[in-house]
């Protein structure tokens, strides 16, 4: 890869910057993306964030630099973006963006819950707005669905990959499921869409580009948006509303706003596409930390302590959209509940216009990378994993407390009583009137003394009056007034309001006093005549009272409870346990006898009546009817014969007593014994939990093993693709470096520092004896098939020791000669690991060589037998041979310097001149003849002629000059 630009070079000036995630299966849909983008000046700046395993050096960016012309970088802290050059996050680390820079950070979560393409999304939404797109690759889990929301919220635009084309389709069907994505494509079509929507939603500079729709036509679609959806947003922010439009024209590819309005008269599923565009569903558990921390003490334990007991706490969270927030709100309660040790009793109503998005609130199903909003303690505690690395489902205890609804805030009655409404990050897309509206709505609907929650970037504005600030940093407001319900305010989003003021019934306090009298009637005769009745479950926890049972019941010491078995006064506690227990076992109802019941220092006669009521939350529940007898009544004891004499009457009773006294002490101790089981099997359930509760710690721990694994896996499917396509690479080379070797002829011995063989080419064969089982012998172990040629491994050693490459030539025991050459092996690191030694065929050569030397003494000793002067010259005139003839007439001495004796016998006043003729001829290219005098050895001039003849190759290209002189005055 390139080296990155300096920080200080000129920025150029980019339309949008491009964030891509991908996991398992990403690198072939990344090379077929970059493959498919077309060279040239895009104005965009791509950002590649991949699980990359932390342990391996990654080597994506080199191979995306293959598959294009743009720059590729691996992305440094504080590092520039700039349009046309791609950045390849590190491995171990995570990725942001900040006004245009790449900042790099290490991980905060630790390996197997990180959530990089999230993280990487999320700031490049903060810092990019509008000019911020995501594209989501294949991978497993579902890293980048939280992210592409948030893209979606700041008016950007989201990609994914056709499920059915990734390798793994986790990661594009959980963006594609949130209902932010505009584009579902192949990898390799998504360059074309891409450039065709920057290209009409953005100009050349990095301005967004201003939608330009009228007035009118603005007006007509949202008359047309409010036909389709039944939702009014004329009094949304303009300027937003007119960008969001403009957003989906450059999807649907429209340029003029009256185009775009046919369109959406003719395609029904464009209105639902800019409705949801419109609906801003940017959330997340616990958004804003901070605020959600003041939430839970400063306001959270107040309302706790100022609601009477037994009432529910009432919560309202309009705009819940997918209802991370109102599931927050009622995790916070339900851990303040816990701290006191309190059941819960909340009522969060959540209310949206997106029915799309109730329904997902509803199910409270959500993805894995939730994880990296909540921390893992209360993740654990509230939220249930469907499968490994899948899905989460919120508890149940806090699914219940929540009510989702369809409900419209602007047009819509408000609820009522309420303790806390939490609208957040709503307001900023609304016109400043309606906000004067709501926060009425909301002092009306609030309890007094209750409580609002506002998003960071909202106010109360001129509404100052209606609250006041408890947290003014965080956002969070008291209800003003004296305590009385504040006005609800009319107008024609809340037309209900004043039908419901005006047609209210005449003489409601005649009706209410009537109402009044019926009821203390019926108390009346209730207190006088009506039966005492208990309704309990088949282990006597009392479930309702009815009519005065101070009688028969008084609390029992120790715990507090409310069971009838422990609470039932003297004479009915063992009657009573009886008479439950053969209801519930045979679901019939039983009836006592008039039973003698102690009560205020006296005893009552009381018939009792069990009898198995059916209800719907089990098979049973059991009523228990006690009826007092009237005095004069029948006492329940049977009577006392007139006949029988009084003597044998008394023995009678005292029998009876006697045996009714034994009675009693064998059922007081099997109440005894059943009580000593009853806390063994309390004790044994305590075990039993604590048991449970260590598994599922167990559990959870294992889950969180299962994540990291997954994690790993990914990262390892990514390292693993990145290898198979340098192993390919690397086997390409191979291959090709192979038929080369083979191509050329040329035998080549690889041996390592001990001179061990490492490998050879099978042209070496014709020199040296080997197979394929010598690899790892010793080069000294193989027998050379040369003639007088023995210092193979000494001159391989001499190389390793002196790194000075040697050649030879060598002669085999067949005829053939090679060049010998050895040098040392060197690494791309410039690091000596063993020696290569080469044979390269010179047979031919050699043989040539020998012919034209043979040739050459022959061309000598035929010239040197001419009575003439015989020399030769270089293809531009230079003398560089003298025959013996020269010599012998001229009486010099054969030197190394040919030219120099030559032109050294001219003489001195013509040589000038004759040099000039000799280079005219010479530049002619042909024969020529030429004469000038040469000096004898006596010093005496003598006039030669002299014919210069060309010497030109089997190309025709001159090459020498072969030259004779004779003299022109044999005489003298």
């Not at 050349?204 to 580009?209: E, N």
């Not at 307001?427 to 929650?453: M, Q, R, S, T, W």
């Not at 108390?523 to 009745?533: D, G, I, K, S, V």
């Amino acid at each position: 890869m390139p080296s990155p630009p300096a920080t200080d070079a000129p920025r150029r000036s980019y339309r949008a910057v491009v964030g891509i995630g991908a996991s398992a299966g990403g690198l072939a849909a990344l090379e077929a993306f970059f493959t498919a983008l077309p060279p040239g000046d895009s104005g965009l700046a791509f950002v590649v964030v991949q699980h990359l395993s932390p342990d391996c050096k990654s080597i994506l960016g080199e191979l995306i630099q293959r598959r294009t012309c743009l720059a590729v970088f691996e992305a440094a802290d504080l590092m520039p973006v700039q349009a046309n050059c791609v950045y390849i996050i590190p491995p171990n680390s995570d990725l942001a963006l900040q006004q245009g820079t790449l900042q790099v950070l290490e991980p905060s979560d630790p390996r197997g819950q990180r959530s990089p393409i999230n993280f990487f999304f999320r700031s490049l939404a903060q810092d990019q707005r509008e000019r911020a797109i995501g594209i989501v690759l294949s991978g497993t889990g579902s890293d980048g669905a939280l992210g592409v929301r948030a893209i979606k919220g700041e008016g950007g635009l989201v990609m994914a990959q056709e499920p059915k084309s990734a390798e793994y389709d986790g990661m594009p069907l959980s963006a594609i499921a949130t209902g932010q994505v505009d584009y579902v494509q192949l990898p390799a079509e998504m360059p074309a869409q891409l450039l065709a929507y920057v290209g009409r939603a953005f100009t050349a500079g990095a301005q967004i580009q201003a939608p330009g729709i009228p007035d009118e036509v603005l007006r007509k679609i949202v008359l047309r948006l409010h036909g389709q959806t039944g939702h009014d947003f004329s009094l949304y922010k303009q300027d937003n509303l007119a960008r969001r439009i403009a957003r989906r024209m450059a999807v649907v590819q429209v340029d003029r706003g009256e185009d775009y309005l046919g369109y959406l008269e003719q395609s029904w599923s464009e209105g639902e596409a800019l409705f949801r565009d419109l609906l801003i569903g940017v959330t997340r558990f616990f958004r804003d930390p901070m605020a959600f921390q003041a939430l839970q003490e400063k306001v959270i334990p107040r309302i706790f302590a100022d609601r009477p007991p037994g009432a529910p706490i009432r919560v309202w969270v309009p705009g819940c959209s997918t209802g991370e927030e109102a599931y927050s709100i009622a995790i916070l309660l339900q851990e303040h509940a816990d701290s006191l040790q309190q059941n819960c009793k909340a009522q969060i109503f959540a209310t949206d216009i997106d029915r799309q998005a109730i329904d997902h609130a509803r199910s409270g199903l959500y993805p894995a990378s939730i994880a990296a909003d909540i921390s893992p303690p209360r993740l654990a505690r509230h939220f249930t994993p469907l499968e490994e690395g899948g899905p989460y489902t919120v508890h149940k205890r806090i699914r219940e407390m929540l009510i989702f609804s369809e409900h419209n805030v602007i047009s819509d009655p408000p609820f009522g009583r309420l303790h806390l409404i939490s609208f957040r990050n709503v307001l900023i897309y609304l016109d400043v009137e309606l906000h004067k509206k709501l926060f009425a709505i909301f002092n009306y609907a609030l309890h007094p003394g209750g409580y609002l929650f506002l998003g960071s970037a909202e106010s109360l504005g001129e509404c100052g009056s209606l609250f006041h600030p408890l947290d003014r940093k965080e956002k969070i407001y008291q209800r003003s007034g004296d305590g009385r319900p504040g006005r609800l305010p009319l107008g024609r989003h809340h037309p209900y309001r004043l039908t419901e003021l005006t047609d209210r019934p005449p003489r409601a306090s005649t009706a209410k006093r009537s109402h009044t009298f019926r009821e203390l009637t019926e108390r009346a005769l209730l207190q006088e005549y009506a039966a005492a009745a208990i309704l309990v479950d088949k282990y006597g926890e009392i479930l309702y009272l009815h009519g005065r049972t101070g009688s028969y019941l008084e609390p029992a010491p120790g715990e507090a409870g409310l069971n009838v078995l422990k609470m039932a006064r003297e004479g009915l506690r063992r009657p009573l346990t009886g008479a439950l227990n053969q209801a519930v076992a045979h679901s019939q109802k039983i009836d006592l006898g008039a039973l003698r019941v102690r009560s205020n220092g006296g005893h009552v006669a009381v018939n009792v009546s069990v009898r198995p009521v059916p209800a719907q939350s089990e098979p049973f529940l059991y009523l228990i009817i006690m009826m007092a007898q009237e005095e004069g009544g029948a006492t329940g004891f049977p009577p006392v014969p007139v006949e029988m004499a009084v003597p044998e009457l008394d023995r009678r009773v005292i029998a009876l007593q006697e045996e009714l006294r034994v009675q009693q002490e064998q059922l007081q101790a099997a109440y005894e014994e059943l009580e000593i089981s009853n806390q063994d099997l309390q004790s044994a359930n305590e075990e039993m939990q604590s048991i449970n509760e260590e598994l599922q710690s167990a559990n959870e721990e294992l889950q969180t093993s299962q994540e990291e694994l997954q994690s790993i896996n990914e990262e390892l499917s990514t390292v693993n693709s990145e290898l198979q396509s340098k192993v390919a690479d690397l086997s390409q080379a191979n291959n090709d470096m192979n038929n080369l070797l083979a191509g050329t002829g040329v035998g080549t011995v690889f041996v390592d520092h001990k001179l061990k063989i490492v490998r050879f080419t099978p042209a070496v064969t014709q020199v040296i004896n080997l197979i394929p089982g010598d690899v790892g012998r010793p080069v000294a172990d193989i027998v050379p098939n040369l003639v007088g040629y023995d210092r193979l491994v000494a001159d391989v050693e001499q190389v390793l020791d002196t790194l000075a490459s040697r050649d030879v030539e060598v002669e085999t025991r067949t005829g053939n000669w090679f060049l010998l050459r050895i040098r040392p092996y060197r690494t791309l690191e410039n690091v000596i690991e063993g020696a290569v030694i080469t044979f390269v065929d010179i047979t031919e050569m050699r043989k040539v060589q020998e012919d034209l030397t043979a040739r050459e003494q022959w061309l000598r000793q035929l010239a040197n037998t001419l009575p003439l002067l015989v020399w030769t010259c270089g293809a531009e005139g230079q003398c560089d041979y003298l025959g013996p003839q020269w010599y012998a007439y001229t009486g010099q001495s054969p030197t190394a310097h040919p030219e120099a004796d030559w032109a050294g016998r001219l003489p001195e006043p013509e040589r000038a001149k004759i040099l000039v003729v000799w280079g005219e001829g010479i530049r002619a290219g042909q024969t020529f003849t030429a004469e000038f005098p040469i000096a004898a050895q006596d010093g005496i001039y003598h006039q030669f002629r002299s014919w210069a003849v060309p010497l030109r190759d089997a190309a025709g290209m001159l090459t020498r000059w072969f030259v004779t002189s004779s003299k022109l005055d044999p005489g003298g």
